[in-house]
Every structure is written in structure tokens, then in C-alpha cells.
């Protein structure tokens, strides 16, 4: 059973960035695509940013192509998102998930993932 703890979120200005971290815990790290997704106040969960770890796929939401960026670790079994220009929009909780799939051309669905971290909450002031 996988576990997935995220960390890196806080308060910051429009404008700055912030590096999110998701540790993933289990023995087959590699053979799953893992995601980003932010869940604004009032609002249903949505893509930000998914990457397949055994290939390097990797999606990006319209709203974060060009500033924020995806990537993997496999021998820490981690993934980031370093986040750059952050616009108020960018608040809400933000939350790793783990699936089988990242396709570079579909915007991923809670659906698709299975596995969930607890969040961690980025809150970006004007």
C-alpha cells in the first residue's frame, strides 16, 4: 500500500515561487505516473501537472505552461513541482496523487488516480 506525504506549500506573494515535494513510499515507484492537483476553495479538484515516472511524460494545465515545471526522482521516490510566478489564482490545496497513466496530450482526471496525499496548502496574496 502506497503512501504519499506532500510538503512545501505556505504563504507567498503574487509573483514568487515555491518547490512542492511528494514522497512516495512502496517498491514499485517507477511503474506509475503520479500528478499534481490543486482544489481551489469552492471548487472541484483539477489537473495542475502529471508526469509518468518510467518514461518522463509529463502534462501541464494551460494555466501553469511556462511557469511551472514537473519532475521525478526515483531513487528518493519523490516528485516535485517547482511553481514560479505564482498568481492568486494559484490558491488552494494542492495534492500528489498516484495512477497508472500521464498522457502529454489529455488533461488528467481525479478518476484516474487512486492513491492520494493529505495536501498541502499554498495560498498566494495580491
Known amino acids: 500500500q502506497v503512501r504519499l506525504v506532500e510538503s512545501g506549500g505556505g504563504l507567498v506573494q503574487a509573483g514568487d515561487s515555491l518547490r512542492l515535494s511528494c514522497a512516495a513510499s512502496?517498491?514499485?515507484?517507477?511503474?506509475?505516473?503520479m500528478a499534481w492537483f490543486r482544489q481551489a476553495p469552492g471548487k472541484e479538484r483539477e489537473e495542475v501537472s502529471c508526469i509518468s515516472i518510467y518514461d518522463d511524460i509529463t502534462h501541464y494545465a494551460a494555466s501553469a505552461k511556462g511557469r511551472f515545471t514537473i519532475s521525478s526522482d526515483r531513487a528518493k521516490k519523490k516528485v516535485h513541482l517547482q511553481m514560479n510566478n505564482l498568481k492568486p489564482g494559484g490558491t488552494g490545496g494542492y495534492y500528489c496523487?498516484?495512477?497508472?497513466?500521464?498522457?502529454?496530450?489529455?488533461?488528467?482526471?481525479?478518476?484516474?488516480?487512486?492513491?492520494w496525499g493529505q495536501g498541502t496548502q499554498v495560498t498566494v496574496s495580491s
Open positions: 512502496g517498491r514499485t515507484f517507477s511503474s506509475y505516473a
Open positions: 496523487a498516484r495512477g497508472i497513466n500521464c498522457y502529454s496530450e489529455y488533461e488528467s482526471l481525479v478518476s484516474d488516480y487512486g492513491n
